[in-house]
């Protein structure tokens, strides 16, 4: 797994994991915006053998305990990246000062795996007519200006990692030790989000005290590209606690 790292100088680490059908580049304003963090930011890479979010999860937090340093890790997840981060402070809580979870998925769906694989192979294809791939990133809020990295960066992604993120994401549950962790988590979720992404942060916030949850007015599933300003500022009022 590829992680780059921003404003090496910077003591305090912020720790970004993108969705999935998008990769690191969509933290690019929130690299800039946060100039005075060290900002790390991962390529999660579905296309790898027997990968797995536990996997994922296990290899994110062999590098934190090895490259954080001596100052304070947060760590900031989207969709997908929500679901490794929460297996990540589930593990191992004291890591972490605080932790943002944007749109998480943690109700299980019951899809049978013939039908994703059947749904992905008939559509994947399709991926590569640029209309198509338009449609596609208007459902998942990218701006206009990064259609083009959005496009040439899907015409990367293979069939079989799109399935095993699809099953990955369905699949995923709140990790047993949740409900038993003390450490700040902040849940978002869009407005315009569907119903069970609401019910996800829901049950987050039912399971574990130390965990808040914010209805996002007027967003969709794509709150840190949709609206970065509103994003940043509300990220910044949190990591305002932990300064050194």
């Not at 963090?37 to 999660?44: F, H, I, Q």
């Not at 769906?109 to 991926?127: A, M």
């Amino acid at each position: 797994m590829k992680i780059s790292t921003y404003h090496d100088h910077q003591e305090q680490t912020l720790l970004f994991l993108h969705g999935g059908g998008v990769g690191g580049w969509m933290w690019r304003k929130q690299i800039v915006d946060f100039k005075d963090y060290r900002c790390a930011v991962a390529e999660l890479d579905f296309g790898a053998e027997n990968v797995s979010i536990e996997h994922l999860a296990n290899q994110l937090l062999n590098w934190a305990e090895k490259k954080k340093g001596n100052g304070k890790l947060s760590l900031i997840g989207f969709s997908i990246g929500a679901q490794i981060a929460l297996q990540m402070v589930s593990k191992q809580p004291e890591l972490f000062c605080f932790t943002m979870l944007n749109s998480p998925l943690t109700i299980p769906v019951n899809l049978p795996k013939d039908i994703i694989r059947n749904t992905v192979h008939i559509v994947h294809p399709l991926i590569k007519i640029r209309s198509f791939a338009a449609l596609q990133a208007r459902s998942l809020s990218i701006p206009i200006e990064d259609f083009d990295t959005y496009y040439q960066h899907s015409l990367q992604i293979s069939s079989m990692a799109v399935i095993k993120m699809l099953e990955e994401n369905m699949q995923f549950s709140i990790p047993e030790n949740f409900p038993n962790i003390k450490t700040d988590i902040l849940v978002t979720v869009g407005e315009k989000e569907k119903k069970i992404m609401k019910r996800s942060a829901a049950k987050l916030t039912n399971e574990n005290p130390y965990c808040t949850s914010l209805l996002i007015a007027d967003i969709g599933h794509g709150f840190p590209v949709e609206q970065p300003l509103l994003f940043n500022n509300l990220l910044r009022q949190k990591l305002a606690d932990y300064q050194l």
